[in-house]
């Protein structure tokens, strides 16, 4: 039952089945991460957590990776994103092993651009 809880709070990578060196990591777990707007010039760190079949934490080398470098820098280890550009969605995805995280699709703005809280 806490692995279907866990389905239901957060975005979570398709299950797929890891060696027994990636130490039974089943899911990634993408965290704190609602629409995220960066604006050029600014940061925004992104966190994720590997998850065991119970839907526990497990302790495994977590990288980040993105296909839009020339949208966005990114620190593949600490999952820092910097805005290169003032447009354009970015994409970006936790990894462990093979197993890879949902697309966290970041929208790129002008730092003039003003943001509205969602309600």
Do not use: Y
């Not at 550009?85 to 197993?99: D, E, F, K, P």
Request: net charge neutral.
């Amino acid at each position: 039952m806490k692995w279907l809880a866990v389905l239901s709070l957060t975005a979570i990578a398709a299950c797929g089945s890891l060696t027994e060196q990636a130490g039974g990591v089943v899911a990634l777990e993408v965290t704190g991460i609602s629409a995220p707007t960066l604006a050029v010039g600014h940061s925004l760190t992104l966190h994720a957590r590997a998850l065991d079949i119970q839907g526990d934490s497990v302790a495994a080398d977590l990288f980040w990776r993105t296909p839009d470098t020339a949208l966005v820098t990114l620190d593949t280890v600490g999952g820092v994103v910097v805005a290169r550009t003032s447009s354009g969605i970015a994409r970006v995805q936790a990894r462990v092993g093979t197993l890879l995280s949902n697309v966290i699709s970041i929208t790129l703005r002008d730092s003039t651009t003003s943001v509205r809280a969602p309600r």
